[in-house]
Nanobody
Framework: QVQLVESGGGLVQAGDSLRVSCAASGLTLNSYSMGWFRQAPGKEREFVAAITWSGKTTRYADSVKGRFTISRDNAKNTVFLQMNSLKAEDTAVYYC????????????????WGQGTQVTVSS
């Protein structure tokens, strides 16, 4: 059974940093491109970042470019999202996803996704 489990969310202050993780089971991460999405209350789910199976190429939403970094450790079957200089508008549930298509920015392209982890940034 394929499972993606996010962790590392929490409550932080604006300007702080936080790293969320996504642990995969039932699949080999080095065969998949990975992505992070987020959804705030009353908002549509939006693309945050993506990384190819090799980890050599990444893509970011303009709203997080320069502040967030996506990375992966295929040996540990885990993908990470390092979030720096957090803003109140970053508050959302963060989801990870796995898919065959590299660097996809739409949710429906991915094959698997997790249940999400809550990130709350106070101002």
């Amino acid at each position: 059974q394929v499972q993606l489990v996010e962790s590392g969310g929490g409550l932080v202050q604006a300007g702080d940093s936080l790293r969320v993780s996504c642990a995969a089971s039932g699949l080999t991460l080095n065969s998949y491109s990975m992505g992070w999405f987020r959804q705030a209350p009353g908002k549509e789910r939006e693309f945050v970042a993506a990384i190819t199976w090799s980890g050599k190429t990444t893509r970011y939403a303009d709203s997080v470019k320069g502040r967030f970094t996506i990375s992966r450790d295929n040996a540990k079957n885990t993908v990470f999202l390092q979030m720096n200089s957090l803003k109140a508008e970053d508050t959302a549930v963060y989801y990870c996803a796995a898919g065959r298509a590299p660097l996809a920015t739409t949710w429906d392209i991915y094959d698997y996704w997790g249940q999400g982890t809550q990130v709350t940034v106070s101002s």
